[in-house]
């Protein structure tokens, strides 16, 4: 069965700072990786995905993930963080193989201090 | 484009009533799922539909929960009783066609609350 691992429920960062938001997988066939962010009262919004090819994906809002097979990561990063940045990451991964079924983590909140 | 509409926004009831939640999604999306995102953690299926057809329900609390899709594109979520552990934001989205690498658009969910 397919699973998607957060491991930390927070992450704080000063302004202006790189910042990394951690997420693995586990999955039988070949993942699908996706990022989403969802702000106060609103529903997810889609960051970026890896498919196929490069192992850096670049996304919406200055953000990229990394894709790692060996140590199945899909970590999310971003050069220069942002105030406006604060809100709660989630991983998602969905699996080749199967019915479309889109598992996702439990969330990471991303704080991020002026 | 128009997103996915939901609605009510919010909705407050005792536990034992029954409730139910709108979906439209975007124009043209065969594929239309319902999360249930509990505070604090990540949005959990419930119920994923192709056009009219349910793909996947096996999350779906069957005896309390049920949800249909008659005419392949607005769907209702509706709980009957509800339970205070049902107090959650229900969430929407759909995708187009059924490809499993595109992106899942979002409502902005419809927040219960069970008393």
């Known amino acids: 069965a397919q699973s998607v691992a957060q491991p930390e429920d927070q992450v704080n960062v000063a302004e202006g700072n790189p910042l990394t938001v951690k997420c693995t997988y586990s999955v039988s066939g070949n993942p699908y990786l996706f990022w989403y962010v969802q702000y106060p009262n609103r529903g997810l919004q889609f960051l970026l995905k890896?498919?196929?090819?490069?192992?850096l994906v670049k996304g919406s809002y200055g953000f990229e993930a990394e894709f790692n097979k060996s140590q199945t990561s899909f970590h999310l990063k971003k050069p220069s963080a942002l105030v406006s940045d604060s809100a709660l990451y989630f991983c998602?991964?969905?699996?080749?193989?199967?019915?479309?079924?889109?598992?996702f983590g439990s969330g990471t909140r991303l704080s991020i201090r002026p | 484009e128009a997103g996915v509409a939901q609605s009510p926004r919010y909705k407050i009831i005792e536990k034992r009533q029954s409730v139910a939640f709108w979906c439209n999604p975007i124009?043209?999306?065969?594929?239309l799922y319902w999360y249930q995102q509990i505070l604090g953690q990540g949005p959990k299926l419930l119920i994923q539909?192709?056009?009219?057809?349910?793909?996947?329900d096996s999350q779906l609390p069957k005896d309390r929960f049920s949800a249909e899709r008659l005419k392949g594109v607005d769907s209702t979520l509706k709980i009957q009783p509800a339970k205070l552990e049902d107090s959650a934001v229900y969430l929407c989205a759909s995708r187009n066609q059924g490809a499993t690498n595109e992106k899942l658009f979002f409502g902005s969910g419809t927040q219960l609350s069970v008393l």
């Open positions: 124009s043209g999306h065969a594929t």
């Open positions: 998602a991964v969905n699996e080749y193989s199967s019915a479309s079924k889109i598992i």
């Open positions: 890896y498919i196929t090819g490069d192992n």
């Open positions: 539909f192709q056009n009219n057809g349910v793909v996947d």
